[in-house]
């Protein structure tokens, strides 16, 4: 290329730089007019050519020609750029006095719904809130319970159990909330009043039992504790649970390993046009377990049985949301569908 070519060279290169619109396009100018294989490089290469002094003297003008360029090119990319920006940012202006989009709505599942009710009824009552682990060992979900080995009631539980360990122990998943009844017990000297709400698990599912499900745990220990009181105190929860006062109950015989004697608490229910309505009626609907505490069982804890006695109960808080707010299958409780939570949710 000859140098009278130069001042053509920057001409055109400054008019290219001036038609650039956007990014893409002063970029593809910095590598044609810049880059290793632009004529400014072709023209730097081919000095070695030339004469000492036309060298030197061509080598300067080029250096200005190239910096005269550059500078018109960073000029037009700082253009370029900023009308970018200015665009972007009117684009994504916010309306801060637009109405909030109410989508997705977060909402109270109804098992955590029901938990806070029970717990806020029997906080009322004086009972106060304690916790037991998921996994439990055989002592705590089973022997201290008066299910001794062997005994059939620890089939009716239908266990998961983890591997056995060295010493031929396994440990469980706890099958109910019980065991929270005997680590107060060992803990805690009475009088106790506590309830234990919680996580439980059995091999099984249909339309109302998932292999996962909750319950909360009752328990009353006291020097002079009696079956009035377990009746007054369970009567008492269902009639606010349910919010109807002349909620009609009964108390069925039943069997627990861990309470004597043993009962099943009902509350009638009648149909009307198909819907479950609770109070008064002619069917009845199990609602919870309970009793008195086995003395093997308060002996299994420490306690003595001539000085203490106690009751116990025990309900499914799944299927008690299930009655109170109509909700027809528990296996989609634990779906994690937005739509059902969005429609069953608080
Ligand atoms: N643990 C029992 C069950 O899961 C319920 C229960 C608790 C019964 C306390 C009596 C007393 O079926």
Redesign the pocket.
Do not use: R, V
């Given at each position: 290329m000859a140098l009278d070519d130069l001042p053509s060279l920057e001409s055109e290169i400054l008019s290219r730089i001036k038609a650039a619109r956007d990014e893409r396009e002063i970029e593809e100018i910095r590598v044609w007019a810049f880059g290793k294989k632009s004529r400014y490089a072709e023209l730097k290469k081919s000095l070695g050519k030339r004469e000492k002094e036309s060298a030197k003297e061509l080598g300067l003008r080029i250096h200005a020609s190239n910096n005269n360029t550059l500078q018109a090119w960073s000029a037009r990319r700082d253009e370029i750029l900023n009308a970018a920006l200015e665009a972007r940012l009117k684009a994504e202006t916010v309306d801060v006095t637009l109405p909030v989009d109410p989508q997705p709505r977060g909402k109270i599942h109804p098992v955590s719904q029901v938990f806070a009710e029970i717990e806020a009824i029997f906080a009322d009552m004086g009972f106060s809130v304690r916790y037991g682990p998921d996994i439990e060992d055989d002592f705590h979900n089973f022997t201290a319970l008066n299910f001794p080995p062997g005994h059939p009631a620890r089939e009716m539980h239908d266990t998961f159990f983890f591997e056995e360990k060295e010493d031929g122990s396994r440990m469980v998943l706890r099958?109910?909330?019980?065991p929270v009844?005997v680590r107060t017990m060992t803990s805690e000297k009475p009088p106790i009043r506590i309830i234990a709400p919680g996580r439980?698990f059995r091999c099984d599912s249909d339309q109302t039992h998932t292999p996962m499900f909750h319950?909360v745990?009752?328990l009353v220990i006291d020097k002079e504790t009696h079956m009035g009181h377990l009746k007054g105190t369970l009567e008492a929860f269902v009639k606010r649970f349910f919010e109807i006062d002349d909620l009609s109950t009964r108390f069925r015989p039943h069997f627990?390993p861990?309470?004597e004697p043993?009962a099943e608490m009902d509350v009638a229910y009648e149909r009307v046009d198909g819907a479950i309505k609770f109070g008064q009626g002619d069917k009845w609907m199990e609602i919870?377990?309970?009793?008195m505490v086995h003395p093997n069982v308060l002996k299994n804890c420490g306690l003595d049985p001539d000085e203490y006695q106690g009751f116990?109960?025990?309900?499914g808080v799944d299927r008690l949301a299930m009655l109170k707010y109509g909700i027809p299958d528990l296996r989609d409780f634990f779906s994690g569908d937005t739509r059902w939570l969005e429609h069953y949710g608080f």
């Open positions: 099958t109910h909330t019980s009844q439980t319950q745990e009752g627990f861990f309470t043993s919870l377990g309970c009793g116990a109960f025990g309900m």
